[in-house]
């Protein structure tokens, strides 16, 4: 089977390609811009995430025999189409915010810059990642923001297409989250993974006893089981009885959360395992985390309402056109005027303003020129393909950890509203220049 990208696209971009092709323009010097024109409702800011997945993904999009094959027996486009596929290989920049990097209404937060012909194939994959990746990356962020400094760990795997799982992991990773379930991700990124058992190995073995002392001979004492498949205090009694004081932890996943973590604690140290650390699960999304900040828990896993976005599964980004080559062959700004969904033409700068005192005021962009900036602010747009050649650090392992120091750092220097839950404004606004 072909490893190639080309085909994770809609069938209209090749379309206007061909079009284009047919009228000369397909070659002119183009800029896209990818932004978002609000975040969810009742956000205060969003996070960026996917890029280093569609740099690998630019890899290998490149349309190959059997890709072809596909679109001449199905027609889709024109020979002369064909010929032009057959031979394409971006050469042209892309360059934007670092992955991890938080963004705001119309933050420009990826730009291409080439003909017009490569940037237009690209629209559709450059979407599909970055609207998914950031709607987890967004969400993960304010739920590791409501848990503090006790640890989430990503575990939605089964809620999701398996390569959304990875997706899913990926970013959560990036945005704080200590752990995930997934393998094929710990695998791809160099991520640590996480799990012992479900509610199925309790429920194969004859007793709870069974389950519980076949666990701790296989994994250790410092494993964590799960303890309320049938009666928790009963449970937690048996785990104490059988693993001692060095018992790893426990974990609840049903429940009122709050009041069975606290009376499972109270147990617990009356039992004498007051280093057995207690791990909540069960529907949870950055409200519940925060409800539960008051209650004895050491850590949260975390899975459908994480790889779903937490109730915004895509970011809403668009990727429009933002300036071309005129017939003159020179560079003119370009736009969007329909009502509501309106965008600036020209090539954007953006500059995050930063005050004495290290916090983030506000989102400057400057259009066909850098905006204006002192020694507090910091310059957003990165390079990350320089003429067709995808430059190091941004990819695998490494693109993970760059990802997370930024997004770290970038959350740092945010006012202190934006660790709010309640609906508001962004935290900063954007402003043109």
């Given at each position: 089977?072909?490893?190639?990208?080309?085909?994770?696209?809609?069938?209209?971009?090749?379309?206007?390609?061909?079009?284009?092709?047919?009228?000369?323009?397909?070659?002119?010097?183009?800029?896209?811009?990818?932004?978002?024109?609000?975040?969810?409702?009742?956000?205060?800011?969003?996070?960026?995430?996917?890029?280093?997945?569609?740099?690998?993904?630019?890899?290998?999009?490149?349309?190959?025999?059997?890709?072809?094959?596909?679109?001449?027996?199905?027609?889709?486009?024109?020979?002369?189409?064909?010929?032009?596929?057959?031979?394409?290989?971006?050469?042209?920049?892309?360059?934007?915010?670092?992955?991890?990097?938080?963004?705001?209404?119309?933050?420009?937060?990826?730009?291409?810059?080439?003909?017009?012909?490569?940037?237009?194939?690209?629209?559709?994959?450059?979407?599909?990642?970055?609207?998914?990746?950031?709607?987890?990356?967004?969400?993960?962020?304010?739920?590791?923001?409501?848990?503090?400094?006790?640890?989430?760990?990503?575990?939605?795997?089964?809620?999701?297409?398996?390569?959304?799982?990875?997706?899913?992991?990926?970013?959560?990773?990036?945005?704080?989250?200590?752990?995930?379930?997934?393998?094929?991700?710990?695998?791809?990124?160099?991520?640590?993974?996480?799990?012992?058992?479900?509610?199925?190995?309790?429920?194969?073995?004859?007793?709870?006893?069974?389950?519980?002392?076949?666990?701790?001979?296989?994994?250790?004492?410092?494993?964590?089981?799960?303890?309320?498949?049938?009666?928790?205090?009963?449970?937690?009694?048996?785990?104490?009885?059988?693993?001692?004081?060095?018992?790893?932890?426990?974990?609840?996943?049903?429940?009122?959360?709050?009041?069975?973590?606290?009376?499972?604690?109270?147990?617990l140290d009356e039992l004498g395992n007051t280093k057995t650390k207690i791990t909540v699960t069960s529907d949870l999304d950055e409200y519940a985390i925060a409800s539960l900040a008051a209650a004895p828990v050491n850590s949260y896993g975390v899975g459908t309402k994480l790889v779903t976005g937490s109730g915004a599964p895509t970011s809403s980004m668009?990727?429009?056109?933002?300036?071309?080559?005129?017939?003159?062959?020179?560079?003119?700004?370009?736009?969007?005027?329909?009502?509501?969904?309106?965008?600036?033409?020209?090539?954007?700068?953006?500059?995050?303003?930063?005050?004495?005192?290290?916090?983030?005021?506000?989102?400057?962009?400057?259009?066909?020129?850098?905006?204006?900036?002192?020694?507090?602010?910091?310059?957003?747009?990165?390079?990350?393909?320089?003429?067709?050649?995808?430059?190091?650090?941004?990819?695998?392992?490494?693109?993970?950890?760059?990802?997370?120091?930024?997004?770290?750092?970038?959350?740092?220097?945010?006012?202190?509203?934006?660790?709010?839950?309640?609906?508001?404004?962004?935290?900063?606004?954007?402003?043109?220049?």
């Amino acid at each position: 089977m072909s490893t190639s990208t080309a085909l994770l696209t809609d069938h209209y971009e090749l379309t206007m390609l061909q079009a284009a092709l047919k009228s000369g323009a397909a070659h002119r010097h183009s800029f896209f811009e990818v932004f978002t024109r609000r975040l969810p409702a009742g956000r205060r800011y969003g996070v960026l995430a996917g890029t280093g997945r569609f740099l690998e993904g630019l890899k290998n999009f490149k349309f190959e025999k059997e890709e072809l094959d596909f679109l001449a027996n199905t027609h889709v486009v024109n020979d002369e189409t064909l010929e032009y596929l057959s031979n394409f290989s971006f050469s042209g920049n892309i360059f934007g915010y670092a992955e991890g990097e938080v963004f705001f209404p119309h933050s420009p937060v990826l730009q291409v810059e080439s003909t017009f012909a490569e940037a237009c194939v690209l629209e559709t994959f450059i979407l599909s990642i970055l609207n998914y990746d950031s709607a987890v990356a967004s969400a993960a962020s304010r739920m590791s923001l409501a848990a503090g400094n006790r640890p989430c760990l990503e575990m939605g795997s089964r809620r999701a297409h398996e390569e959304a799982a990875v997706a899913a992991a990926r970013a959560a990773i990036i945005c704080g989250f200590t752990g995930t379930s997934n393998l094929e991700a710990g695998r791809r990124y160099g991520l640590n993974t996480i799990g012992t058992s479900a509610h199925a190995f309790t429920l194969l073995h004859d007793t709870e006893r069974d389950a519980f002392q076949a666990q701790l001979d296989s994994l250790g004492v410092d494993t964590t089981l799960l303890v309320d498949t049938y009666d928790v205090e009963k449970a937690v009694r048996l785990a104490v009885e059988l693993a001692g004081p060095e018992l790893g932890g426990v974990r609840l996943d049903s429940g009122d959360l709050v009041a069975q973590a606290t009376w499972v604690r109270q147990l617990l140290d009356e039992l004498g395992n007051t280093k057995t650390k207690i791990t909540v699960t069960s529907d949870l999304d950055e409200y519940a985390i925060a409800s539960l900040a008051a209650a004895p828990v050491n850590s949260y896993g975390v899975g459908t309402k994480l790889v779903t976005g937490s109730g915004a599964p895509t970011s809403s980004m668009v990727y429009k056109v933002v300036a071309r080559e005129n017939d003159e062959g020179v560079m003119e700004p370009v736009a969007k005027a329909s009502t509501g969904k309106a965008s600036y033409g020209g090539r954007k700068y953006a500059v995050r303003k930063i005050n004495e005192q290290g916090r983030a005021t506000a989102e400057v962009i400057g259009v066909d020129a850098k905006a204006p900036s002192d020694s507090n602010d910091r310059d957003l747009m990165v390079d990350f393909v320089k003429d067709g050649k995808i430059l190091e650090g941004f990819t695998g392992a490494e693109g993970v950890r760059r990802a997370a120091e930024r997004h770290a750092r970038s959350i740092a220097e945010l006012p202190r509203a934006a660790s709010r839950l309640s609906e508001g404004e962004p935290v900063i606004p954007s402003q043109f220049i």
